[in-house]
């Protein structure tokens, strides 16, 4: 909500609840001090709690259901970590990332609206317009019948992971090094589907739009909307998915249609996906303009204050890896596995280098090549530690091109792209 200083629904509630009630679920008072749900508060609040509401009427105003109230609001996951309910953004512990590929119910969540409330899959349609030859509208069972369906592991990472750890500070979520997964995602190539509508000669960018509805109610307002190149969205590992680890998306993860779009900032996966047009200029929707998933176009120091252009947009996601065994803080005896993942927007892992000495030396882990284009690299090592103490086993990537994972970056406004290597501090007896 425009100019609302509140990071979650129960502090929005304690200071204003008639406002957040107004605003939130766009719920109305009445003499009796009830208020009445319309359609998309009341299927925000169902969402939330993970069920209907049957006597819903009889809420009184400002008031917040219990399971709210105890964060029990992430329905379907396992133990991901609770950032703001206003919209709804969970991140997921590294140690609970160790699958090769990602659980559903450990995949994070990244919102920038109102989930919509009618998400049958059986009646969900999907329109390609634009700079096309032939505009198309087309149902999931459409897709099926018309196009290959495919099965890829295919990696997401929102582009403010690792944000928490900006100083100065970074506004947003607060993202320490959950916002990542590579689930395996089950729908048809974009590429296929944008050929067949047929491409224009002036193509040079995709728009993506979903049903997610503006935090302020607005129908006029959308929350997100954003897009790639036009050579991004005809690689072959852009998929339109409806499947998510052999079975529907998660409600909270695009059900029941989304783009998936590996390597680059997880925004451009658009979540409950309504359309595609192909613009002949740079997609200026909601967040694609301004300093919205975009980094200054040179290195500034911290804290200082950059002209809206000299900011460039993101497009893939820097080299990065992550440990997920041993946890930190761990307790553990004197030899272990150390393992984890690695990835490099559209490029691949060449190696894994692991140190327990600060950095002084270090050691190759054994790096698996990637299930497919666009998923993530499984690593592992034998540590051996000298002697009892206190150790922490630094991770290092270094992709196909020779970039390197850094100790640290270079600070910027918005806290995009922090691919420090990931340190985990273990107690060895």
Not at 216 to 239: C, F, H, Q, Y
Not at 330 to 357: K, P, Q
Request: net charge negative.
């Amino acid at each position: 909500m425009k100019d609302n200083p509140y990071q979650s629904l129960r502090e929005f509630f304690a200071a204003d609840p008639e406002k957040a009630d107004k605003e939130f679920f766009g719920r109305v008072s009445n003499p009796d001090r009830r208020g009445f749900l319309r359609n998309t508060g009341l299927a925000t609040m169902a969402a939330m709690v993970g069920t209907s509401i049957p006597f819903h009427p009889n809420m009184p105003m400002g008031f917040v259901p219990a399971a709210l109230a105890n964060e029990d609001i992430l329905v379907g996951k396992d133990g991901l970590t609770l950032l703001n309910d206003r919209p709804l953004n969970a991140e997921t512990p590294p140690e609970l990332l160790d699958d090769a590929i990602t659980p559903t119910s450990r995949h994070f969540i990244r919102n920038n609206g109102i989930p919509p409330e009618d998400v049958d899959p059986t009646t969900w349609t999907l329109t390609i317009d634009g700079f096309v030859d032939t505009p198309m509208e087309m149902t999931i069972a459409d897709m099926k019948a018309n196009f290959d369906v495919v099965t890829m592991a295919l990696t997401l990472e929102c582009g403010g992971n690792g944000r928490s750890f900006f100083n100065p500070p970074a506004k947003g979520n607060q993202w320490t090094y959950g916002a990542v997964a590579c689930s395996e995602w089950t729908g048809v190539r974009l590429k296929d589907v944008l050929e067949a509508a047929g491409v224009q000669d002036n193509v040079v960018y995709t728009a993506h739009y979903g049903a997610d509805e503006h935090l302020s109610g607005d129908p006029e307002k959308l929350p997100i909307s954003r897009g790639v190149p036009i050579a991004k969205a005809l690689t072959d590992n852009v998929l339109i998915a409806f499947e998510m680890n052999g079975t529907e998306l998660h409600p909270m993860n695009g059900a029941p249609l989304r783009l998936v779009v590996p390597g680059w900032p997880a925004s451009t996966a658009h979540k409950w996906l309504k359309r595609i047009e192909l613009r002949d200029i740079v997609h200026d929707g909601p967040k694609m303009t301004g300093s919205a998933y975009r980094v200054p176009n040179r290195k500034v120091s911290p804290g200082e204050d950059v002209a809206k252009e000299d900011f460039v947009i993101i497009e893939r996601m820097p080299v990065k890896s992550l440990v997920t065994f041993p946890a930190n803080g761990a307790s553990i005896g004197m030899e272990t596995e150390v393992r984890g993942h690695a990835w490099s927007g559209d490029r691949e892992i060449a190696s894994l280098d692991v140190s327990f000495d600060f950095g002084a030396t270090w050691q190759k882990a054994e790096l698996d090549a990637p299930v497919n284009s666009g998923a993530w690299q499984n690593w592992r090592t034998n540590i051996t530690f000298p002697q009892a103490g206190y150790y922490e086993v630094w991770a290092r990537a270094t992709d196909s091109e020779g970039e390197m994972q850094p100790f640290a970056i270079d600070w910027n406004p918005k806290g995009y792209l922090n691919n420090t290597m990931h340190r985990v501090g273990l107690r060895v007896s």
